[in-house]
């Protein structure tokens, strides 16, 4: 059954939402998306997709930069 399948798994939630897969929004409101949200233990969703890709690479340094600047840091989910 399904528990089976997940028994070796963590289950995470994600609570910040880039929206990076929206095509009518810029890499520098992806990267306002995330920064107006995060807060400690924040775990953001990015997309590996060729419809995210220029947002994803657009806003990836602004997003890191600001992340940083709020004086967090990043953590391997493992880790947490």
């Known amino acids: 059954g399904l ?3 997940i028994s070796d798994h963590k289950v995470i939630m994600w609570d910040v939402l880039a ?3 929206d095509p009518s929004i810029s890499a520098k409101e992806v ?3 995330v920064l107006d949200n995060i807060q400690a233990g ?3 969703v990015m997309h ?3 419809k995210a890709k220029a947002n994803v690479l657009g806003s990836l340094q602004l997003i890191i930069e ?3 600047e709020k004086g967090f840091s990043f953590r391997n ?3 947490i």
Do not use: E, H, P
């Open 77 to 79: 989910i493992s880790d």
């Open 42 to 44: 924040s775990v953001i």
């Open 66 to 68: 600001g992340i940083r």
């Open 31 to 33: 990267a306002s998306n």
């Open 48 to 50: 590996d997709s060729q």
């Open 3 to 5: 528990m089976d399948l």
């Open 19 to 21: 929206g990076d897969f």
